[in-house]
């Protein structure tokens, strides 16, 4: 018999990939652990627009009807400005017809996620850090988890890294390569709600400007989500300040500078560094 820090699945992190391959797993009949450093619901880093698409997923995890009342902005198109204002509108139902996108934070977002991973059985630990994982050789067993000051091990038949960017686990079975890439020139990207925004109705709007680009669009609540990235020496020169970032930067963009004008903050700013986009080499073991 399985003892009670025995599962099928365990995963670390509680983002929109953890929790749905968490969520789907345990509708199948999976006992799956799920592990998040964080207490939800909590703020994080992101665009906050939903493409079309990613409805036919929410409906398949069941949380569909959640998500519709959370009460996000609809979001009918995706308007791309240039530095100088010329613009280029796409369709949202282009991805998904009679569709539009959702604006939704993923504060809720993530939140409603979890929520029903729970109702499905999912076992979730909250403020829990995944910090190693059990091996026995170069077979993976689980994961030691560090509550406070407890740390206990998890065992489980399959372990799953959906930490994201962090790779809080896949990160000790890197093997060194020789071909990591050099002279990158590190980001920095901000977030914050923003009110008194002047983003078209039902628009998402996009902006690009020197060595970046950000954007602008509603979400619940009646604000709207600011999202972009830029280059790190720019920041530096902005003494770190995100205003000063907002407005010596983003606000060169002409559409930018007519949105913004008026715009003033009601979240902290959430910041964070990146050195490149795109897909990590897997880094795949037994278990």
Known sequence: MASANTYDVAIAGAGPAGTSAAIQLAMKGARVLLIEEKKFPRAKLCGEFISPEC?????????MHQMSAAGGASLSETIFYS????????????????????GLSRSEMDHQ??????NVGVAVLEEAQASLLVR????????????????????ALVTIDA???????????????ANRRKN??????????????????GACEIYFYKRGYGGLSGVEGGVSNLCFIVA????????????????????KNSRAAYTLADARA????????LESFGRRTLVPARG
């Open 232 to 251: 790190a020496n720019d920041v530096r020169r902005c003494g770190s300040d995100p205003e000063l970032v907002r407005r010596e930067i983003v606000m």
């Open 55 to 63: 409805l036919t997923h929410f409906k398949r995890l069941g949380v």
């Open 83 to 102: 530095r100088r204002g010329s613009s280029l509108a796409v369709p949202s139902e282009w991805f998904k017809s009679g569709t539009n996108a959702l």
């Open 136 to 155: 026995q050789g170069e077979e993976v067993c689980g994961i030691h988890v560090k509550t406070g000051d407890v740390t206990r091990d998890y065992e």
């Open 113 to 118: 996620l979890l929520e029903r991973a729970k």
């Open 184 to 201: 990158i020139k590190p980001l920095v990207a901000f977030k914050a709600h923003l009110e008194n925004a002047r983003v078209a109705a």
């Open 163 to 177: 930490t994201g960017r962090t790779r809080a686990l896949a990160r000790h079975l890197d093997r060194p390569r």
């Open 266 to 273: 009601r979240s902290p700013w959430l910041s964070v560094s």
